[in-house]
């Protein structure tokens, strides 16, 4: 590994305005696991994946995101799917057709490239964008994606950690080592990097390193819990030291959806919504993943629209 290093214990780079609960989505059609994706999204096309970012970007959204697989093992294709969408290409089109919303990848598996690689790459992404990128990391945990591109699975934490310190060596300096990387980046000092994961590493990760959180999975009821080890651990490491913190609550529909829901989605008016939301924001939680229930890209779009105007501006981190 390269043996240039940023300080790991310097100050997170923070993008979410201070007192602010912000909000953004992951993008339908460019990961169709079932898990992830609503079933219409298995006959959408390009058309909606730019509608959905447009209609980001026009009602305040503060992020889109798109995941990051490169090839799913055979043994995980029905539960997985094989559609997921290179999150550097696909970011880099909707840059082009935005203005305004931040481009974020939630997450990206850093082991599977070299840092200077991913650094080039989204230093590129921000010069081309005019700044809006948030680079969201992870270790990864599919052990035959691993296997299929040749990169030790159990290696991929220690692997993730030099990516990061690589990376922000890269941004902070035009030359890592004695290799100079261009174009820079707009952002400065440097683009934000989040780290996604819910495990005592990924929060641990989060405390030494990071500029931000993506927790992937965690309960509601777990929150305090993970935010109290975290801080613990920051306390050690980075005193006083303040990452954006996110969630990816519960799914929501604004309003009477008149048809079945998927489980534990919240549904009502826009101050029932916010007050559940608001409960993350008391947490110190400043950033939400939110999951509109859907049926058509009209109806994420209606939505999304609805969630901008109705819901945002009673968000709050008090």
């Not at 300080?7 to 079932?34: C, H, M, R, Y």
């Not at 992830?36 to 390009?46: I, K, Y």
């Not at 999951?291 to 968000?315: H, K, N, W, Y």
Request: some cysteine; proline content about 9%.
């Amino acid at each position: 590994m390269w043996s240039g290093r940023a300080d790991v214990a310097s100050d997170p780079v923070k993008v979410v305005p201070e007192g602010e609960l912000v909000f953004g989505i992951q993008l339908p059609t460019v990961a169709l696991s079932p898990r992830v994706a609503a079933p219409w999204e298995n006959d959408a096309g390009v058309d909606d994946l730019v509608r959905a970012a447009k209609t980001a970007d026009r009602a305040g959204f503060f992020y889109v995101g798109v995941c990051d697989h490169v090839a799913i093992p055979r043994a995980y294709a029905d539960a997985m799917s094989t559609t997921w969408f290179n999150p550097v290409a696909t970011l880099g089109f909707l840059a082009g057709q935005t203005e305004r919303v931040r481009l974020l990848t939630n997450v990206y598996v850093a082991p599977y490239r070299h840092p200077l690689d991913t650094a080039k790459a989204f230093a590129t992404l921000d010069a081309l964008s005019g700044g809006r990128v948030i680079l969201g990391v992870g270790a990864g945990h599919v052990e035959g994606e691993f296997d299929a591109l040749g990169i030790p699975f159990k290696a991929r934490g220690r692997m993730l950690d030099e990516a990061i310190d690589t990376i922000v060596a890269a941004w902070s300096d035009e030359f890592v080592d004695d290799v100079g990387l261009r174009p820079r980046p707009v952002q400065q000092p440097r683009p934000p990097i989040w780290i996604g994961g819910s495990g005592n590493p990924a929060l641990r990760r989060v405390a030494e390193r990071g500029d931000g959180w993506i927790p992937q999975g965690t309960p509601r009821a777990q929150m305090p819990e993970q935010l109290e080890y975290l801080r613990a651990h920051r306390d050690e490491v980075r005193p006083g030291a303040q990452p954006d913190l996110g969630v990816i609550p519960e799914g929501y529909y604004l309003g009477d959806p008149g048809w079945d829901v998927p489980p534990f989605t919240i549904t009502g008016p826009a101050e029932k919504i916010a007050e559940s939301m608001n409960e993350f924001g008391a947490m110190g939680v400043n950033h939400l993943q939110i999951r509109p229930a859907s049926r058509s890209i009209d109806e994420l779009c209606d939505q999304m629209e609805a969630f901008g105007t109705e819901v945002g501006p009673l968000l709050t981190t008090k």
